[in-house]
């Protein structure tokens, strides 16, 4: 498989829910951080958005690495306080799988 010549950066944010809040409260503090309008920050490609019942929001994220301070700041001025983050530097594996499997491995269509 070749090298990706480009800068992009795929990045997985979790965003933990505290189960001590009710999600109505969750939802105030995201509102009130301006949440929904400054994450993800514009240009910025959502791969996959999810929820993971009793874990929270899994947000896979890709952009040129020269962003990545910005979807940072995005984060910790619009999550923190509503949810505990986790993020990992990812990347997506489904091809060298297929490969591997001899092209047997269904691979998700949007």
Known sequence: M???????????????????KPLAVIHEELVANGFFERFPPEGVEV???????????????????SRLR???RAIEGSAWGAFRTEIYATYDFRPIAAERRGGKLTLAKD
């Open 70 to 72: 910005e979807v940072n």
């Open 47 to 65: 791969v996959g958005w999810t929820v993971a019942m009793g874990l929270g929001q899994v947000v896979t994220l890709r952009f040129p690495a």
């Open 2 to 20: 070749a090298a990706n010549s480009d800068d992009r950066l795929m990045l997985t944010v979790v965003f933990k829910h505290d189960q001590a």
